[in-house]
């Protein structure tokens, strides 16, 4: 069984543009959420969706935004990128997205922005 | 507000030696805790997790977490330590009431694994 994909690896971006991030869930998965990892902040909540529908969300401004798709696939967009976007962006998957469930991260994209 | 706090940002042992790693949460009620590892370049993976059924709660790879209410910690252990077990781990914490999948993170702690 695949696990959870993100695309793409690595991302180099300069200040001012918007990027587009991809996670393909494990088959069957219908919660998607995402996480920023930086060495500052270290790994903080961005949002969860389930059945298309944004359930959870984080202390980020509105640049960050998200969706999913009917195959559970989900992007998450940045825009008006700014030097401190630069992270590691971590899809989690898992079947319900309930509260003690077990998640399956992805490998991670890491953007930097110059 | 919920919270985790890991008391050790690097820990070192050597290989064979028993390893802790140190994690204290806050919270008004006993909370869903776990414990994840952090390769690298890889992605998060689930150590072990505490949902108030037991409190000794075994994991994979030979580690445990004992969740002690009285002292608000949940330390991860392995009796013997391996050189594939250098790597991050991070102890976590799912707050109740917060909505879907959103996990708490503690800062991390660095285990290196000497020969």
């Known amino acids: 069984k695949a696990g959870v994909t993100q695309t793409p690896r690595y991302l180099i971006k300069t200040r001012g543009q918007q990027v587009t991030l991809s996670c393909s869930p494990i088959?069957?998965?219908?919660?998607v959420s995402w996480y920023q990892q930086t060495p500052g902040q270290g790994l903080q909540f961005l949002f969860e969706?389930?059945?298309?529908?944004?359930?959870n969300k984080g202390n980020f401004p509105g640049r960050f935004s998200g969706r999913q798709f009917s195959n559970s696939r989900s992007e998450m967009n940045v825009s008006t990128l700014e030097l401190g976007d630069s992270a590691l962006y971590l899809c989690a998957s898992s079947w319900l997205g309930a509260l003690n469930e077990k998640l399956f991260f992805g490998s991670g994209t890491q953007l930097s922005v110059l | 507000a919920q919270s985790v706090t890991q008391l050790d940002s690097h820990v070192s042992v050597s290989e064979g030696t028993p390893v802790l790693l140190r994690c204290n949460y806050s919270?008004?009620?006993?909370?869903?805790l776990f414990w994840y590892v952090q390769h690298p370049n890889k992605g998060l993976q689930l150590l072990l997790k505490?949902?108030?059924?037991?409190?000794l709660v075994k994991g994979i790879n030979g580690f445990e977490a004992e969740f002690k209410k009285s002292e608000t910690s949940f330390h991860l252990t392995k009796p013997s330590a391996h050189m594939s077990d250098a790597a991050e781990y991070f102890c976590?914490?799912?707050?109740?009431?917060?909505?879907?999948?959103?996990?708490?993170f503690g800062a991390g702690t660095r285990l290196a694994v000497h020969p």
């Open positions: 505490y949902t108030s059924a037991a409190t």
């Open positions: 919270s008004s009620y006993s909370p869903s």
């Open positions: 088959s069957g998965h219908r919660s």
């Open positions: 976590v914490v799912s707050p109740l009431g917060s909505g879907y999948n959103k996990l708490i």
């Open positions: 969706y389930f059945s298309e529908t944004q359930r």
